[in-house]
């Protein structure tokens, strides 16, 4: 069995081996760069280790990693412009450091390079199969994006429609490498289908979780500022789990901040303690623990030993008990 | 044999009864939205005719033949803002009746849903063809995109170049869908590429004619304002042609109307007349029948009776008889 840092080395080994096309500079400069920021290469990584719960030679699998790490980086493009981002990991995004045309064209090539990679399997069973669970995954993460658009300009978002969301915007991608790293070990339609399941359902539990370190984590250790949402008033679990529960007559305080702008005093604090008063942070842990069983339930029924399935569930495991 | 009427209707039948998904609105409605602005559908029909030419059986090659109509309508939405185009066909660019994120987001969502028709087919092999064939194909019209970029920033772009950034960005899709086209009927490798270049050829020497009907055509026939190219110095063939031939000493005439505004007095007309004096129209006539002749020749090594063959040769020699 390969460890993380060995996983991640194939998969750089990968990208150096297959790097973009020389000419023309200018559309396959900024793929380099997004790809060069720093990225954990997650998705890929999982992908290769649900290829190894059915088999030692992972290596096979290595296109469609990249290929799901090509995607994540091509939606990562496109979002910075349509969020009109200036920073990606402390850095200048594509579209600031290059252009809006730049940004656009480059994601483009891009997500066509991902599916030629997928292409490039041999078996044209797999290369059919793979790139059906990457267009399912694909159309979803875009109508994910769209409704994150949509809900901004909208005050009456439901938590099971941010649950459904967060689902098709981010948990879907996990799910999908998951599995398609299985049908590159040629497993089974079941398997596979747990596979997808356990990363959806971990996914949309990571992304509870995110919600909660940004504004319960560790300053010295989460990246961003923490609190940031609230200034933003991004309508996150940790809101809609406030305005879903809270009787009607208590939200006006809440309601009242989520129309101030993030330069408010106090804003964060206050904002905060109608969560905690509220058990917010107790409900969106349970409810992401909820998830988390779920998912592992559909770990626990993929048929390989359960030996073969320790890395991956510490993994994840580890990753879902980040401090907050 | 189906006629052009014929091969149409099958297109747009098999569009109707394979709609976009209802939600997220959002993001289909600028989908559907584009695709009914009143394009001729040409690249599906030539693929059509091109499975035609192998077999009678042509409903099969549909869900190609719409693949590579919803990547040319993607190509044009995202072309659109990169160009800051206000109108296509008349009507306002998505962008432009939307936004730049909703032409984006729309235009990812219909290049994935063109692979997921390519994925439709129920012979593997057929699908990881064709999703190669539209990769290659896919990927050249980004780079020739950004080639077309690059020229409109360099003084020095030679004749030469200018054919290889057309083939990218415009002929070698002529030439996939033809390609793909026969990959559906199960044709020869060696008869699939003569259908490539087939297209390929023949859709440079469209890019001429186009150029030439910019600045010669019938104002009558001619949808756009003829002497268009010439008012914005775009570096068409006829440009390029002059350059290249004309000795040094002659050039300044020329190279001073291309620094001139489209409000300059008698610019169309005095390009034109020095483009006349050099005998461009005629040579540009010569080169792109030589592409024309080049093209047919392929058409003949296809191995299927000459009968076959008529329909396919008629229609490419009508388009590329248009009056000057």
Redesign the interface.
């Known amino acids: 069995m390969h460890d993380l840092p060995a996983l991640l080395k194939k998969i750089d080994n990968y990208g150096v081996a297959n790097p973009f096309?020389e000419?023309?500079r200018?559309?396959y400069e900024p793929c380099s760069y997004i790809l060069n920021l720093g990225g954990k290469r997650l998705r890929p990584a999982l992908l290769l280790m649900a290829t190894e719960l059915f088999t030692d030679s992972i290596d096979r699998a290595l296109p469609a990693a990249w290929a799901v790490e090509l995607f994540h980086n091509f939606s990562l493009m496109?979002d910075d412009?349509?969020d009109a981002a200036p920073l990606r990991r402390g850095q200048p995004t594509v579209h600031t450091r290059w252009n809006?045309?730049t940004g656009?064209?480059s994601?483009?090539?891009m997500?066509?390079?991902a599916?030629?990679h997928?292409?490039s399997f041999q078996d044209?069973?797999v290369?059919?199969?793979l790139?059906?669970v990457?267009?399912?995954v694909?159309?979803e993460v875009?109508?994910g994006?769209?409704?994150d658009?949509?809900f901004e300009t909208r005050n009456d978002v439901t938590l099971p429609e941010y649950i459904r969301m967060i689902e098709l915007k981010t948990a879907v991608l996990l799910g999908g490498a998951m599995e398609m790293g299985a049908i590159c070990a040629g497993a089974s339609t079941a398997d596979a289908e747990h596979l997808y399941h356990f990363g959806r359902l971990a996914g949309i539990a990571f992304q509870i979780q995110d919600d909660l370190l940004d504004t319960y984590g560790d300053p010295a250790k989460f990246g961003k500022q923490v609190g940031g949402d609230i200034l933003q008033n991004k309508k996150t679990f940790l809101v809609l789990k406030a305005l879903e529960i809270m009787p009607a007559e208590n939200r006006s305080a809440l309601e009242t901040w989520l129309q101030t702008g993030p330069e408010a005093p106090g804003k964060v604090e206050a904002v905060r303690s109608i969560f905690d008063q509220n058990r917010i942070p107790e409900l969106a842990n349970a409810e992401k623990k909820q998830f988390q069983t779920e998912a592992f339930n559909h770990l626990e029924q993929v048929g390989v030993p359960v030996t073969r399935k320790a890395a991956l569930r510490e993994l994840i495991t580890t990753l879902l008990d980040r401090d907050r």
Chains 1, 2 share one sequence.
């Open positions: 096309p000419a023309p200018a559309l496109h412009i349509m809006t045309t656009i064209l994601g483009d090539v997500l066509i390079h599916y030629r997928l292409a044209a069973a290369v059919a199969e790139v059906k990457f267009n399912r694909a159309i875009c109508e994006q769209q409704y658009i949509n």
